[in-house]
C-alpha cells in the first residue's frame, strides 16, 4: 500500500529556510511513471502547487515560488524534500506531498496524498 | 501560464439531486484534466483522471467530461458524504488547479 508521509518543522521564523521531508513507503521511488510533488493550501484557501521532481532529479517549480523553491530526491532512502526559503507569514499553510502518476493510459495526476502538514511562520 | 477557472464557487443542493461542476482552461489541454474532492480536514483525493476516467474506488455516481477547454464534474446522486470542497487540475503545461467549488448539502 502506497504511502506518503510529511515531516518538519511545525513552525520557522521569518526570513528562514521551510524545510519538509516526505517519506515513501508501499512503492519504490525508483519504479518508472511516477513523480513526486508538493502542494500547499494557504489557511482556507484553495490549492497551490508548489513543484515536482522525477526520480532522475529533473525538477519544475511554480513561477509563483521558483526562486526560492528547491525540491530534492533522496532514492536510496526513499524520500524527497522540499526547501522554501526567506519565508513570510505568507508561506504559512498545510504542506501536501503527493505521488504524480503519468504510468500509462494518458495519465497524469497526483494518486496519493499525504496527510499534510501545517507549517506556521511567526516569530 | 494555464489559469482555471471553476464555477460556481459553491452550491448547496438536496440529497438526490444532480449536481455540475464546470471547469475551464485559459487555453486548450486537451483531455488533461483531473478532478479532486477535499473533505474537511481531509487531504484531496483524486476522483476523476484525464477527463473522465473514474479512479478507482470512486462511486460511479461521479463522472466528468470535457476536453478543450471546457470540462464538466457530474455527481447524479448528490449524497450526504459527498460534502466538500471539488477542485479541477490542469496537467498539461505542468500543474495548476482550478480555485475550488464547496458543495454542501440542504
Known amino acids: 500500500q502506497v504511502q506518503l508521509k510529511e515531516s518538519g518543522p511545525g513552525l520557522v521564523k521569518p526570513s528562514q529556510t521551510l524545510s519538509l521531508t516526505c517519506i515513501v513507503s508501499g512503492v519504490s521511488m525508483t519504479s518508472g511513471g511516477y513523480y513526486w510533488g508538493w502542494v500547499r493550501q494557504h489557511p482556507g484557501k484553495g490549492l497551490e502547487w508548489i513543484g515536482y521532481i522525477y526520480n532522475t532529479g529533473s525538477s519544475y517549480s511554480n513561477p509563483s515560488l521558483q526562486s526560492r523553491v528547491t525540491i530534492s530526491v533522496d532514492t536510496s532512502e526513499n524520500q524527497f524534500s522540499l526547501k522554501v526559503t526567506s519565508v513570510t507569514a505568507a508561506d504559512t499553510a498545510m504542506y501536501y506531498c503527493a505521488r504524480g502518476n503519468n504510468a500509462g493510459q494518458s495519465k497524469d495526476y497526483f494518486d496519493y496524498w499525504g496527510h499534510g502538514t501545517l507549517v506556521t511562520v511567526s516569530s | 501560464d494555464i489559469q482555471m477557472t471553476q464555477f460556481p464557487p459553491s452550491l448547496s443542493a438536496s440529497v438526490g439531486d444532480r449536481v455540475t461542476i464546470t471547469c475551464r482552461a485559459s487555453?486548450?489541454?486537451?483531455?488533461?484534466l483531473n478532478w479532486y474532492q477535499q473533505k474537511p480536514g481531509e487531504a484531496p483525493k483524486p476522483l476523476i483522471y484525464?477527463?473522465?476516467n473514474l479512479e478507482t474506488g470512486v462511486p460511479s455516481r461521479f463522472s466528468g467530461s470535457g476536453s478543450g477547454t471546457d470540462f464538466t464534474l457530474a455527481i447524479s446522486s448528490l449524497q450526504p458524504e459527498d460534502l466538500a470542497t471539488y477542485y479541477c487540475q490542469q496537467t498539461y503545461r505542468r500543474v495548476a488547479f482550478g480555485p475550488g467549488t464547496k458543495v454542501e448539502i440542504k
Open positions: 487555453q486548450n489541454i486537451g483531455y488533461s
Open positions: 484525464t477527463a473522465s
